[in-house]
């Protein structure tokens, strides 16, 4: 079945550095969406992606939909300690509405 | 708040036992998702609802499992006779007409199954 591959699992980083993260699938996706996950809440919509080459900022957060449709990346700059925690990549599966997530990326922020 | 919110946030209970979860979607959402979450994985989609119809469920959800959203407002995910390896976070999201991709998640009810 479709799968979402994310790397990297984890990071560990100086405040202030910029963070790449990124997702692959072997099939393609119409839409990419990234999420984040603090611990002992629901995930947090970032960033919806709908066309292939698209590159979407949300603040110091900015996310770009590949050209194959296949891949996605989450670029963070200048992290700061409130970015700690798990980002998702996910879309919908097919056609339905789906959505599949990666196991996500886990973003440590060293003081 | 406007948000998607779930009760109870805990829920802990012994196995055999049957629990109820209860989703509040954002108000003008006519669509209700509900997944599950274990340690170190991304959500797994469950079941959806468009309105109060349940339009898909996944091969997760066994017998032991069901939902409903009877007046296409809030939703229940009831779990009968609870075995440990139901313990999880247990997600509900719910997404717009125009934009259904995006879905809005909820806090999640954390259950634990002694």
């Known amino acids: 079945g479709q799968q979402l591959n994310q790397s990297p699992q984890s990071m560990f980083i100086q405040e202030g550095e910029d963070v790449s993260m990124n997702c692959t699938s072997s099939s393609i996706f119409n839409t990419w969406l990234w999420y984040k996950q603090e611990p002992g809440e629901g995930p947090v919509l970032l960033i919806a992606l709908y066309k292939a080459g698209e590159l979407t900022s949300n603040g110091r957060l900015t996310a770009q939909f590949g050209i194959t449709r296949k891949d996605s990346f989450l670029n963070i700059s200048a992290s700061i300690p409130s970015d700690v925690g798990i980002y998702f990549c996910?879309?919908?599966?097919?056609?339905?509405?789906?959505?599949?997530f990666g196991k996500g990326t886990r973003l440590h922020i060293l003081p | 708040d406007t948000g998607v919110s779930q009760n109870p946030r805990h829920k802990i209970t012994k196995r055999g036992q049957n629990v109820t979860f209860r989703c509040d979607p954002i108000s003008e959402h006519n669509r209700l998702y509900w997944y599950r979450q274990t340690l170190g994985q991304g959500p797994e989609f469950l079941t959806y609802?468009?309105?109060?119809?349940?339009?898909?469920k996944s091969r997760l959800l066994s017998d032991r499992f069901s939902a409903e959203r009877p007046k296409g407002s809030f939703s229940t995910l009831e779990i009968q006779r609870t075995e440990q390896g139901d313990s999880a976070m247990y997600l509900c999201?719910?997404?717009?007409?125009?934009?259904?991709?995006?879905?809005?998640f909820g806090p999640g009810t954390r259950l634990t199954v002694l």
């Open positions: 999201a719910s997404s717009p007409r125009s934009r259904s991709n995006e879905q809005f």
């Open positions: 996910a879309g919908p599966m097919n056609r339905d509405d789906k959505i599949i």
């Open positions: 609802f468009q309105n109060e119809a349940q339009l898909e």
